[in-house]
């Protein structure tokens, strides 16, 4: 599967006011979403834990995070941002997909819609 990216955009929950705006490359593989630390730092979003996450190369490495508004393809949610090194490409993780009903279709590369969220 080739890679997917979407134009995001991230808020502040305690300072709504700035926003930072990027392409992020849909990582389905990750649970969290993942953006550079001082772009988060200038929106006024701020570390409320650290967790401990896997890497791709099979790593472990124990990261800040915070709680922000994400909103892309005309849908909001709110999740955890992973406060990542000020030269890494940002990731929309998993969570953000599902918690609005959006999935990757491999063979188009191209996120759909799902016709309704489900609550069984």
């Known amino acids: 599967m080739g890679l ?3 134009t995001v955009t991230l808020r ?13 490359l849909v990582d389905t593989g990750a649970t969290d979403s993942l953006a550079p630390a001082a772009a988060l730092k200038k ?6 834990g650290t967790m401990a996450y896997e890497l791709a190369d099979g790593t472990m490495q124990q990261y800040p995070f ?3 508004q994400i909103e892309f393809m005309g849908e909001i949610t709110a999740g955890r941002v992973i406060f990542g ?3 890494a ?3 929309l993780g ?3 997909l599902e918690s609005v009903g959006i999935t990757v ?8 819609r799902l016709p309704a969220l489900p609550l069984k």
């Open 4 to 6: 997917v990216h979407v």
């Open 12 to 24: 502040g929950l305690k300072s709504p006011k700035g926003k930072y705006q990027a392409d992020f």
């Open 43 to 48: 929106i006024g979003v701020r570390p409320v």
């Open 66 to 68: 915070g709680l922000v």
């Open 85 to 87: 090194p000020d030269n």
């Open 89 to 91: 490409e940002p990731l």
């Open 94 to 96: 998993v969570t953000a």
């Open 105 to 112: 279709d491999p063979a188009n590369r191209t996120l759909k």
